[in-house]
């Protein structure tokens, strides 16, 4: 049996980790063996990685030191968990991937999405996903939504633009990834989740 790579994308606070529950679900209800993982993390090593990106006492990072940091992060989970996972045929479910880099670093940091490629190019060895679903919502609500819950981490708590340039790269990134399943995130998690159950039965 063939394991199959799901990556989440979107805003922060598009429901992304909601929806990984109900998909890991629905595979599950079939008799298949789920893996849930984030990013940047989900290695000991990538959350080390993880907690040093995200800390908001880091004013200091550059743009260039933050693009390559979620690249090695993603480099240590890709080799240790998600190409071992796949090899034995299990489903990953995975909030966030190299995506989250092209439109984060490449277009909301400005270091452009072919520079940012390039690094996470040699970081992820050739691995693609099988689908990738981008959660469509309108960044400032998903936003409010999230700091309102925990304050929000070193990259919530850039200004709107940046965020408002990361939903707009998400949305030019759809149009020239074919992977990318744009779904409408602003409806009830009800009929968001049997659009997304249409797609996944279609893998
Ligand atoms: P999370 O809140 O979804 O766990 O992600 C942490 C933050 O890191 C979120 O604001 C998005 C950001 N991020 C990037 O800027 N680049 C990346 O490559 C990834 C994976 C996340």
């Known amino acids: 049996m063939k394991g199959i790579f799901i990556v989440l994308e979107g805003p922060d606070g598009s429901g992304k980790s909601t929806m990984a529950h109900k998909i890991g679900q629905h595979f599950s209800e079939k008799g298949r063996e ?22 908001r006492n880091n004013t200091k990072m550059n743009y260039r030191t933050e693009a390559l940091l979620y690249a090695a992060a993603r480099a240590q989970l890709v ?28 277009l909301g940091r400005g270091l452009g999405i072919d520079e940012v490629k390039k690094i996470n190019d040699f970081g992820i060895a050739g691995l693609k996903p099988d689908m990738v679903l981008l959660f469509d919502i309108n960044p400032e609500k998903a936003l409010n939504r999230k700091l309102n819950i925990d304050g929000g981490d070193r990259i919530e708590n850039e200004n709107i633009s940046f965020h408002r340039d990361v939903y ?36």
């Not at 893996?35 to 990538?46: K, L, M, V, W």
């Open 34 to 55: 789920i893996e849930f993982t984030r990013e940047p993390g989900g290695t000991d090593i990538s959350e080390k990685i993880r907690e040093l990106i995200l800390d």
């Open 79 to 106: 080799s240790e968990k998600i190409i071992p996972w796949l090899e034995s045929g299990k489903i990953v479910i995975s909030e966030r991937f190299v995506y989250s880099s092209l439109v984060y670093q490449g």
């Open 168 to 203: 707009e790269g998400y949305k030019k990134l759809a149009k020239f990834c074919p992977e990318i399943k744009t779904i409408n995130a602003e409806r009830t998690i009800e009929e968001i989740f049997d659009e997304i159950k249409d797609i996944i039965n279609s893998i």
